[in-house]
């Protein structure tokens, strides 16, 4: 029994190691006050940059593909989806 549940572990940890490697990776950011609180679902006037360190990657803001603010569990978080970003779009000769 103790190896049948071994082995179900290690296919269940090999299986999300597969999957999360063809999805695009998306950075969450949690949004608070300066005493730690959470802001509200009303995010006007909250705008954010992201940069990758290498040269040419691009930037993204909370107008870019799959980037922006979500609210979730009384908390507000700022979404950066790494997937659009000029690092991977690589073109081939």
Do not use: H, W
């Not at 006037?45 to 909370?62: C, D, S, V, Y």
Request: aromatic fraction near 8%.
């Amino acid at each position: 029994m103790k190896k049948i549940t071994i082995l179900l572990i290690s296919l269940l940890i090999l299986s999300v190691g597969l999957i999360a490697q063809t999805n695009p990776r998306t950075l969450y950011v949690r949004l608070v006050n300066q005493d730690g609180s959470s802001l509200t679902s009303d995010y006007t006037g909250i705008t954010f940059q992201a940069r990758l360190m290498k040269p040419n990657a691009g930037e993204l803001n909370q107008s870019s593909p799959d980037c922006g603010f979500y609210f979730a569990g009384g908390n507000l978080y700022a979404r950066v989806q790494l997937g659009n970003s000029n690092l991977f779009n690589t073109s081939s000769d």
